[in-house]
């Protein structure tokens, strides 16, 4: 299948493949295309890391295209059996493939199916957060990932990117299938932490830790 115009504009600054999902078609769709990351990442809730981001090579294979325009105009129940299907995407397939409609609405109306434009037209950092928070399933925490990831493995790093990128672990520095068992060893591990002591892990924020310099790969500044 041809690689879609998103996928296109985001060659030149992307890794080769991003290894959390086992599976290498994935892994490399997911380091391409960006609405296939963005459609990974709002996948990312109450599925293992793994589950999430095989979704948008699932979800082409199935529905023929990840080109957001086309998603956005598909005929909604379309989607939601195509989710639904067994193996299903997500635990929850009607909500998120309603969800990733309306993801696809967001990105082919305001940033004209080219869901890079995000990061390559944001003016700064706190407005590349801004414009990620406000699609559907992402939110802050997520959207600060989704910057780490771009500031350490894309090298794109608008202006003030080092007050607004978190300083705990983020699934954004992983690089490695090594480096991911860790990330989620290290999760579980901080998660059990939170419970034990009563807390919600939904509502607290990892502890700080000394993150990989993102000078170490692809340093150029968008």
Partial sequence: ????RSATAAAAGAPERLP???VDEADR?????????????????????????????????RLGTLD???LAAM?????RDAFATPPAVHRFPSAMADRVRSLCELVAGE????????WREAADAKELVARLGRLPGIGPMKARTILALLT?????????????????????????????????????AWKAQMRAQGLDPAKATPPPRARKAATTQK????
Avoid at 38 to 54: E, H, N, R, S, W
Avoid at 111 to 118: E, I, P, T, V
């Fill in 20 to 22: 959390w999902t086992g």
């Fill in 152 to 188: 350490t493995q894309y090298g794109v790093r608008p202006p003030g990117w080092e007050k607004v990128v978190p300083d705990h672990p983020t699934l954004g520095q992983v690089s490695t299938p090594e480096e991911l068992a860790e990330y989620q060893a290290g999760k579980r």
């Fill in 111 to 118: 940033y004209g199916g080219d869901a890079s434009r995000l």
């Fill in 68 to 70: 957001p325009r086309k």
């Fill in 1 to 4: 299948m041809s690689p879609t």
């Fill in 75 to 79: 005929d909604p129940q379309r989607m």
């Fill in 29 to 61: 769709l997911i380091a391409a295309d960006p609405n296939a990351l963005l459609i990974g990442f709002m996948l990312d809730q109450q599925v293992t890391v793994q589950k999430a981001f095989t979704g948008p090579l699932v979800i082409r294979e």
């Fill in 219 to 222: 340093g150029r500044t968008r």
